[in-house]
């Protein structure tokens, strides 16, 4: 195994590349103006690095893709905006990077913090991310999809995969066949849940108006057992609707900031 590094000076929107076929790539925090990569495989050199302007771009040429794996390890400056193209590569992101945007076969994605923007779109690889403080777009086929935080408005849609999210601030629309969907906590405007056999389980705040609209052929639909409390009805109603063939729906009451209830 041998090891190669490079050091490139970048501006204020600095720019990550990555076009890859198999390995492992991190991306950790570094130095502002400064995007640091370590290569280690069998022959690194087959690695194609360069710089254009405050882009960096890792990439394989197509016929050097039979030469093996590697591992890459990139210190990027904070808010580095990232793009990623790979194929059975694993990526882990523990910087906190501006915009996101990645697409893969079989690699898992996991990511710390998402500043703006993120969009993946995976065929059996999971995505884990901590937070996304902007719009959040996600598509998989048998991945699972788990979101801490979601800032801004958010699609995310798999096949057999499940969705998990902690916390939901603005609109989102889930959509999976088989799997599941769980939001633990929805403070948003308007759910929309799409399944076929995929269970959905949502979190409010207990107190929170909501109005549902759920429709399940042989699924159960169950609701909270006890009225909100007196004085609900000055708060803005919630827009939750589900529709699957048979899916079961359950809506659950959160009180204060723990977990909801029944999960």
């Not at 991306?27 to 405050?54: F, H, N, T, Y």
């Not at 308007?190 to 705040?205: C, E, H």
């Not at 057992?225 to 589900?242: E, L, N, W, Y």
């Amino acid at each position: 195994m041998s090891d190669r590094h490079q050091t490139f000076s970048v501006g204020q929107r600095p720019r990550l590349e990555l076009r890859l076929a198999t390995g492992d790539v991190r991306i950790l925090p570094g130095s502002a103006g400064v995007i640091e990569v370590a290569v280690r495989g069998k022959k690194p050199e087959l690695v194609i690095i360069e710089q254009m302007a405050d882009t960096v771009v890792i990439r394989q040429e197509t016929g050097r893709w039979t030469a093996g794996s590697f591992d890459i390890t990139v210190h990027a400056p904070l808010g580095t905006d990232l793009e990623a193209s790979l194929s059975s590569t694993d990526l882990t992101i523990e910087a906190d990077v501006n915009d996101l945007q990645v697409s893969l076969a079989s690699g898992d994605v996991r990511a710390r913090s998402v500043l703006r923007d993120a969009t993946v779109k995976t065929a059996s690889g999971d995505v884990e991310i901590d937070e996304v403080n902007g719009k959040f777009r996600a598509t998989s086929a048998s991945g699972d999809v788990t979101v801490g935080v979601i800032g801004g408005d958010a699609t995310c849609s798999t096949a057999s995969g499940e969705i998990v999210v902690g916390v939901a601030k603005a609109d989102l629309a889930a959509k999976s066949a088989s799997g599941d969907v769980t939001v633990d906590d929805y403070r948003g405007a308007d759910l929309r849940g799409k399944t076929v056999s995929g269970d959905m389980q949502v979190g409010v705040a207990r107190g929170q108006r909501v109005d549902v609209d759920l429709q399940s052929l042989t699924g159960n639909l169950r609701l909270p057992s006890h009225p909100s409390p007196p004085g609900s009805g000055d708060k803005p109603a919630v827009r939750i609707s589900f529709k699957s063939i048979s899916g079961d729906f359950e809506l659950v009451e959160k009180v204060g900031p723990g977990p909801a209830l029944g999960t």
